[in-house]
């Protein structure tokens, strides 16, 4: 079967402004609250390996984005610093600006379309400490971020995102301790969780009304859930997982209401939140243009055993993770690989979310210990990645082929980069990064991502 791509489909690349910058706190930049967290417990992250190690793209984007044309890219999705372009939340910061219009400007010089994300984890840390997305105070200062970063930036985009993975800071700081502030709170979760929507809805509703020209979306991880068995318990299971983990953000951002069972899951176990008619109103009449979705894993369910769980951990009262006996597991990473999943986004979007545009913001296989892929010439020969584009590419085809309306392709990433916890753990790039020298080496699957963006088509 001919595995051929819409004409001008994007083939991209994605990341980050505080996995890849660097310069931490030089050029004007204040504090995140990653930076503050690893000068308190720099023993959580891996190696100790704080987020002021990275690839320095700060001095060396003109090269990077050189490497990117060289891979056949003709999209780069990144994020914007918040903490960077207004250290004190009022006055930017020209150097900032200067920095991120060079950067757009000598993407498309060289045939790469920037798609500009303003917020991937990357708190800063005065607004941390004011209580971070608990504060609706915080929720107005994103919204004048966004402002700014329209107006500074607007010439040059003409794709804008929100938010990356939303959920993410909430399930991993709110419900768990591997984002700040760590705590085991779901009243605590669903406040941030409804603010960070909010401060969303509100960005979106600044670019509308500012006549910008282009278009806003927000990146979701979606988690496709599926249940152990056919048994109603253990659908009813993934459904759960599947409102609140995909459609608590996806409902609202597209749809423009929330699912009624977070309105049943609020009123069961009695959660008190803060919100206005006038805010739901708001989230109505602001849904987004296009949506980009970062897809690694599924989510495996099954029914709860337990009724009585404590008040931290009011979510195993409605379902449980289910270990698939036929799993097959990236070992690395220890998340299953399950290549249709993004074929049942696919079509998910295609059937229940008006056929919204939408592209792969995120798609990519992280590896540790890849030296030992190396040939005699220093080149990881990473087979494994490629194999992974190449298996999601074709079910992400068969999507397309059935009428979903898929835009892009960005794998994670180009480049091996810091990441959150993990720092350099796992690698992900089409190309190596050696820390010590800083060099970047080609891996062969750079020269097969090349190949697929010249002929917009998978190999046969
Ligand atoms: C994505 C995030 O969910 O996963 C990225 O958007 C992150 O920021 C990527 O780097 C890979 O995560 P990890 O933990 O495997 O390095």
């Known amino acids: 079967m001919n595995h051929k791509f819409p004409d001008r489909f994007l083939w991209g690349t994605a990341a980050s402004g505080p996995q890849l910058e660097g310069a931490g706190s030089v ?16 023993e959580k992250f891996y190696q100790k390996i704080g987020p002021e190690v990275t690839s320095n793209f700060y001095d060396q984007y003109k090269e990077d984005i050189l490497l990117m ?32 219009r060079d950067v757009f400007t000598s993407l498309r010089e060289n045939g790469i379309e920037p798609i500009v994300n303003l917020y991937h984890f990357d708190m800063p840390y005065r607004l941390y400490f004011k209580g971070g997305w608990e504060n609706p105070e ?24 929100t938010f990356n ?10 419900l768990n301790d ?33 006549k910008q020209q ?36 996806l409902d609202p951002v597209v749809l423009g209401h929330y699912p009624a069972e ?55 009262k409605y379902f449980q993770p289910y270990e698939w006996p036929k799993a097959k597991m990236n070992p690395h990473r220890g998340w299953e690989i399950y290549e249709k999943g993004l074929y049942d986004i696919a079509i998910n979007i295609r059937d229940n979310y008006f056929n919204i545009p939408w592209y ?43 009428g979903s309306n898929c835009f892009g392709y960005h794998v994670w990433t180009f480049l091996d980069n810091w990441s959150w916890l993990n720092e350099y753990k796992n690698r992900y790039g089409l190309f190596r990064l050696e820390l010590e020298t800083q060099e970047r080496v080609k891996k062969k699957s750079a020269y097969w991502f090349k190949q697929l963006a010249k002929t917009n088509q998978l190999p046969t």
């Open 178 to 210: 591997k984002h700040l502030p760590a705590v085991h709170n779901m009243t605590r979760a669903m406040q941030a969780g409804y603010y960070t929507l909010l401060a969303h809805v509100k960005a979106v509703s600044a670019f509308r009304q500012s």
């Open 262 to 316: 977070i309105k049943e899951l609020i009123q069961n176990e009695n959660i008190d939140i803060q919100y206005t008619e006038k805010e739901l109103d708001l989230i109505k009449n602001n849904t987004v243009d296009f949506l980009g979705v970062n897809y690694y894993q599924p989510r495996r369910v099954q029914a709860s055993r337990n009724e009585q769980v404590d008040s931290e951990k009011i979510l195993e």
């Open 69 to 100: 044309k060289d891979a056949g890219f003709n999209s780069f999705r990144t994020s914007i610093s918040w903490a960077r372009l207004l250290p004190d939340g009022k006055t930017i910061n020209e150097e900032a600006v200067f920095f991120y």
């Open 360 to 402: 792969v913001a995120e798609n990519g296989m992280g590896v540790e210990g890849e030296e030992k892929f190396m040939n005699e010439s220093g080149e990881v020969q990473d087979n494994y990645r490629i194999e992974f584009m190449e298996d999601h590419l074709t079910w992400l085809h068969k999507g397309i082929s059935e």
């Open 214 to 249: 282009g278009e806003i979306g927000i990146i979701l991880n979606l988690t496709p859930s599926y249940p152990k068995s056919d048994r109603d318990e253990d659908k009813k299971a993934a459904n759960w997982a599947d409102v609140l983990f995909n459609r608590s953000f």
């Open 138 to 161: 915080v929720v107005e200062e994103f919204k004048e971020y966004a402002q700014v970063s329209f107006d500074c930036f607007g010439d040059l985009v003409s794709r804008w995102v």
């Open 27 to 42: 050029g004007g930049k204040a504090m995140t609250v990653w930076d503050y967290w690893f000068l308190l417990e720099p």
């Open 165 to 174: 993975e939303p959920i993410v800071p909430i399930e991993m700081g709110y």
